[in-house]
């Protein structure tokens, strides 16, 4: 292996997932995808590893795995088919993070030999390959090919606003996945190249906002559609022969280096446990636990001591623990490292059936993507602490805040639907203090700028500000959590999907917790009187024109005693 050129193609197979990324974002249609940008692309060898993803959604990229081995699985794959799916009980994490997979295939053409210009069959540049033909505004230009089998998968996912089901946007009260929204297995939506009306249909019919929800789907297939032609290039210029050694090399150099951060922290067994609030349905916390043994460049993780699966919609599939744990033992590596499937090679992680953080069908699951996720990051951040205090943060806020807005937007005469993640406060670090009104950890999106906010949907944003003093103190202060304020335009269903309400950020080493959050209603009584009613962390309610919903979103923990 040439550590120059292994570099070389890291940054190849990097620079293809992120202009997928900029391709996806620059042409969805949804303030979701488009400023928010809650979605994840990545790339895939041959063999269905993950071999470089760009700097996107961290619990998307440690779950997709499963998205195109379950496609792979389902689907005989040709060349100009793509597989869509969003079922979390066949590869997915929630219905609204909906996936497409598509396969790469070797193209024919000549190549490239020596200094005088001949050229073989097998290397010529992505102007030149061949298309499928182009019959529908969707269709994905794959290039044809004769080779039995892909060379490489490409893969994105993203967050629709609405999938369906019970509330508008997808997020709401539920206790049973049917609940949720549309259920999608693992099926072709494109086929040789032609999309596949008929299932496109059936899609549509079933979701909220039909004409945005199409236009997101076109971006990720036209998505699909550069990454597949950036791969051919690669082959092109080099040869299936190398780009598929080191697509292998990557793998095993992030293996090589997780061994060797964990062979760096000490033996030893280390144990931790915190709780969800509730799950909307009783007042009982569920509690996450893990039991964290290293053993030289090893590590098992086991979830075994955690709360069986709930009846409200916070129940996290296997997909979620296992990319929880992607994400921190990532984060524990110092500088870069090809973000592929040798992260978690040294890694065993055990999460039984029927619990929260691996639940059975039909179990709803709609939080467990970005409240339980974030949960078990605190959890397993909390376990690394007692081995290695001087790398860990305090917790952060720890609740991804996920509040939908439906209704009737008169302006348009269609309906809509808005969704959101508020960001809060970062933890403490132990040598610096946490970032306030930021998103952390299994979430990397923004916020909804006002502007495009107030444009898109018939909604005011009548405050946006730090949250001052929500931090806890100590040697490193926690970052402060936001205000949010949104009057409603017109009739709507509102749900929030929150948490750390009753449980509050922990701080370490003698910090202080951060503040946790809370929610309120503001009704107009009479001219310039208002009242106020506190709201839950997880609910779904009916509200009129002219009331208010204020998010008060939770501080990090502080680190360490002033």
Excluded at 329 to 351: K, M, Y
């Amino acid at each position: 292996m040439d550590s120059i050129k292994l570099e070389i193609y890291r940054s190849l197979y990097t620079s293809v997932a992120e202009e997928m990324g900029v391709s996806l974002r620059r042409t969805a249609f949804s303030p979701n995808i488009k400023e928010r940008r809650d979605y994840s692309c990545a790339v895939f060898d041959r063999r269905g590893r993950i071999i470089a993803q760009g700097d996107h959604m961290p619990v998307h990229l440690g779950s997709m795995p499963m998205s195109v081995k379950a496609a792979i699985d389902a689907c005989h794959l040709q060349p100009g088919d793509v597989v869509v799916l969003n079922d979390p009980y066949a590869g997915g994490t929630h219905l609204p993070d909906v996936t497409m997979v598509a396969p790469v295939f070797a193209t024919e053409g000549r190549r490239e030999r020596g200094k005088e210009g001949k050229r073989e069959r097998g290397t010529e540049s992505a102007a030149e390959l061949p298309a499928l033909r182009h019959s529908v505004p969707l269709s994905l230009h794959l290039s044809v090919s004769p080779s039995p089998r892909p060379i490489f998968f490409v893969a994105n996912r993203a967050h629709h606003a609405d999938i369906g089901g019970s509330t508008p946007g997808s997020m709401g009260a539920a206790t049973e996945i049917y609940q949720e929204g549309i259920r999608i297995p693992p099926i072709r939506i494109v086929r040789g190249g032609e999309l596949d009306q008929e299932v496109f249909n059936l899609l549509l019919a079933n979701v909220r906002g039909r004409e945005e929800r199409e236009g997101d789907f076109a971006a990720q297939l036209g998505a699909l559609r550069v990454g597949s032609e950036r791969l051919q290039e690669i082959v092109a210029r080099y040869g299936f022969a190398e780009a598929d050694e080191y697509a292998g090399h990557l793998v095993e150099y992030a293996a090589r280096r997780v061994r060797r951060t964990l062979d760096a922290l000490p033996d030893g067994i280390y144990e931790a446990e915190d709780f969800l609030d509730d799950d909307g349905e009783t007042d009982k916390p569920v509690r996450i636990a893990v039991r964290l043994e290293i053993r030289g460049d090893n590590a098992n993780v086991d979830f075994s001591g955690s709360s069986p699966q709930v009846r409200g919609p916070i129940n996290a599939v296997e997909a979620i623990a296992v990319s929880a744990v992607y994400y921190v033992f990532r984060c524990l590596i110092a500088g870069d490292v090809p973000a592929s499937a040798g992260l978690l090679e040294p890694i065993e992680v055990i999460a039984p059936a029927g619990t929260i953080v691996n639940a059975l069908p039909p179990a709803p699951v709609a939080g467990g993507n970005v409240e339980t996720s974030q949960r078990i990051v605190d959890v397993l951040l909390k376990a690394l602490s007692q081995a290695a205090p001087h790398l860990i943060p305090a917790a952060s806020q720890g609740t991804m805040n996920n509040l939908t807005i439906g209704g009737w937007d008169a302006r348009t005469g269609k309906e809509f639907a808005y969704y959101e993640t508020v960001c809060g406060g970062m933890g403490a670090r132990p040598t610096a203090d946490g970032i306030s009104a930021v998103h952390t950890h299994m979430t990397n999106s923004l916020n909804t700028p006002v502007e495009a906010l107030e444009y898109a949907y018939p909604l005011r944003v009548r405050r946006y500000a730090i949250r001052r003093n929500s931090g806890g103190r100590g040697h490193t202060r926690g970052g402060d959590g936001t205000i949010r304020e949104i009057e409603l335009l017109t009739d709507a269903k509102v749900s929030l999907l929150a948490d750390r309400r009753k449980t509050a950020p922990y701080g370490l080493h003698g910090g202080e917790d951060g503040k946790r959050g809370q929610a309120q209603l503001v009704t107009p009584v009479a001219k310039g009187k208002t009242k106020k009613k506190k709201l839950p962390g997880k609910f779904s309610l009916s509200v009129h024109k002219g009331d208010r919903i204020v998010i008060e979103t939770p501080g990090g923990g502080g680190c360490g005693t002033e």
